[in-house]
């Protein structure tokens, strides 16, 4: 009988503590109407998950994901992942506009989009693990 240990690597972890952090910002902007605390918050979460995005484009190899998975769902929650920052973008104008319903109607959106990239990129790089490549001698 064996343990199959399936770990998060240091990427995955971030998203998921972003996404924590962006919830509570979120949250806390629906209750006291986009304070400029809750934006703040937010803000670091969306600049924080795009950070992790984009530097391992730049090289930062600690960041760097092996590719494993479904390709498929990797692209689709990239492309999630993009549509969320573009709607996160939107509630930002949206509130330097003090147009306040639609800006909650945007947030959460955002939400939405943030909560099914994250949960396809992590169930497709987990659920349909390919086996390592074996080593050659």
Known sequence: M??????????????CLAFLLYLIGSSLTHIENGTELTLWLMSFA?????IVTLFPLAG????QLAPQGSRAGFWAAMLLQGAS?????????????????PFHMWITLT???WAA????????????????AKRRQ
Not at 60 to 63: G, P, V, Y
Not at 85 to 101: E, K
């Open 2 to 15: 064996s343990v199959k240990r399936n770990s998060l690597h240091i990427a995955e972890m971030i998203y």
């Open 85 to 101: 920052w573009l709607s996160f973008g939107g509630a930002m104008f949206l509130r330097l506009r003090r147009a306040l319903g």
């Open 46 to 50: 969306v600049v924080l998950t795009a």
């Open 117 to 132: 990239w994250l949960l396809i990129f992590i169930y497709s790089r987990h659920a349909y693990a390919t086996p390592p």
């Open 60 to 63: 930062i190899k600690w960041l």
């Open 111 to 113: 939400t939405l989009l």
